[in-house]
Structures are given as structure tokens and as C-alpha cells.
């Protein structure tokens, strides 16, 4: 089954203890991206990567870092939690061809 | 820098009406735009994605248009159910070169049986 699967589902942490959302692929897409949502301020992208080893800041990419070292995984790392990271994180995958986005089921992520 | 808006923020109608969804943006240079659905505390479904180039698309009782000129779209759904409840929510792709998808709020829709 074509899917985008996120690893943790839930997780609660404190402040500083780093952390790292796993975020994997398996139908071959060259574009992934990473995005928050948060209640009345909708979707907003934190990183893409258009390609393996090539990655780009979105709209709020403050207290977060990717890597794309692997065509089908695109991990978000956290180093340093702080209580306004807490938020519903989603990784998304496109094709070149249609543009048409998939999402993962979300990772609902609180930090203390 | 581009905007998306939907209106209304929350929608609720009995079963079996006919229902109009609206999206609004900015910056018409867009590549596409795709129409989400999204259940409380999950992900996010694709219903429905119009390239630039064309008008509408339609799956089953959904339809909808892009009129890129006036920067508006529409969402329509026929014969709501309750199982349509949900919050729908627009994306559009825009700017040459650029990755950006950009998300309106997104519209609460209520089906009462």
C-alpha cells in the first residue's frame, strides 16, 4: 500500500531533551516536506527537500533541522525542544509529475 | 507573498443538501491547487487536485473549480451525508522555481442527519 508513515504517533517530552520524528515513503517521491499545524493559524511548511541531500527552509523553520539521506526518509530533528514547538507535525510527499501531496497520519508532539 | 483564505471557517446543514465550499488567493501565478479533507486528530486526505491548466475535476459528489484569473475556488458537494462531516481544507502551489504550498484555514463542515 502507497503510504507516508510517521514514527511516533504521540510523544511527550521536556524542554532541551532532544528528539527526532521519523518520517518515511515508500512510493518513490522525489519531494518531501515537513509542516505544523496549530489552532488558528492552519498549515504552516517547517522544511522540504526537493531530492537526497537537497533541503530547504519553509515558513517556520526555527528550532529544527532535516536530513535527506535516503530518497524514501526524511527525518525532523529537534535539538532543543521548547514548549512552543508543541504542536500536530505532518510529513507530506509529492510526485514532480502531478504535484499531488501525501500525508502521513501526523505526529502530535507536547513539550513540557 | 501568497494568501489563502476559506470562507466560512464553519459550516452546518441537514442531510441531503447540496454545499459550497470557497477558497480564495492572492497571487494567481499558481501551479495547482488541491482540496483536503481532514477528520479530528488525523491526517490529511486528498479529495481532489486542479492543475493550472485546467477548470475542474469531480470525483463521485465532489467537484470543484479554479477560475485563476479572479484567484477563487470552489468546493461543491452534492447530497451531503453525515459522514462528510470534517474540516476541508485548500492548498495551492504557486510561485515559478518555488516549493510552496500554502494552506488556507480550512472550512468545519457539520452534516446533521
Known amino acids: 500500500e502507497a503510504q507516508v508513515t510517521q514514527n511516533p504517533r504521540y510523544l511527550i517530552t521536556v524542554t532541551g531533551k532532544k528528539l527526532t520524528v521519523t518520517c518515511s515513503q515508500n512510493?518513490?517521491?522525489?519531494?518531501m516536506s515537513w509542516y505544523r499545524q496549530d489552532p488558528g493559524l492552519g498549515l504552516r511548511q517547517i522544511y522540504y527537500?526537493?531530492?537526497?541531500?537537497?533541503?530547504d527552509k519553509g515558513d517556520v523553520p526555527e528550532g529544527y533541522k532535516v536530513s535527506r539521506k535516503e530518497k524514501r526518509n526524511f527525518p525532523l530533528i529537534l535539538e532543543s525542544p521548547s514548549p512552543n514547538q508543541t504542536s500536530l507535525y505532518f510529513c507530506?510527499?509529492?510526485?514532480?509529475?502531478?504535484?499531488?501531496?501525501?500525508f502521513g497520519p501526523g505526529t502530535r508532539l507536547t513539550v513540557l | 507573498k501568497q494568501e489563502v483564505t476559506q470562507i466560512p471557517a464553519a459550516l452546518s446543514v441537514p442531510e441531503g443538501e447540496n454545499l459550497v465550499l470557497n477558497c480564495s488567493f492572492t497571487d494567481s501565478a499558481i501551479y495547482n491547487l488541491q482540496w483536503f479533507r481532514q477528520d479530528p486528530g488525523k491526517g490529511l486526505t486528498s479529495l481532489l487536485l486542479i492543475q493550472s491548466s485546467q477548470r475542474e475535476q469531480t470525483s463521485g459528489r465532489l467537484n470543484a473549480s479554479l477560475d485563476k484569473s479572479s484567484g477563487r475556488s470552489t468546493l461543491y458537494i452534492a447530497a451531503s451525508q453525515p459522514g462528510d462531516s470534517a474540516t476541508y481544507l485548500c492548498?495551492?502551489?504557486?510561485?515559478?522555481?518555488?516549493?510552496?504550498?500554502?494552506f488556507g484555514k480550512g472550512t468545519k463542515l457539520s452534516v446533521i442527519p
Open positions: 507530506a510527499s509529492r510526485t514532480g509529475a502531478s504535484n499531488e501531496q501525501f
Open positions: 527537500s526537493m531530492n537526497v541531500e537537497v533541503t
Open positions: 512510493m518513490n517521491h522525489e519531494y
Open positions: 492548498a495551492v502551489y504557486s510561485g515559478a522555481g518555488s516549493y510552496q504550498l500554502t
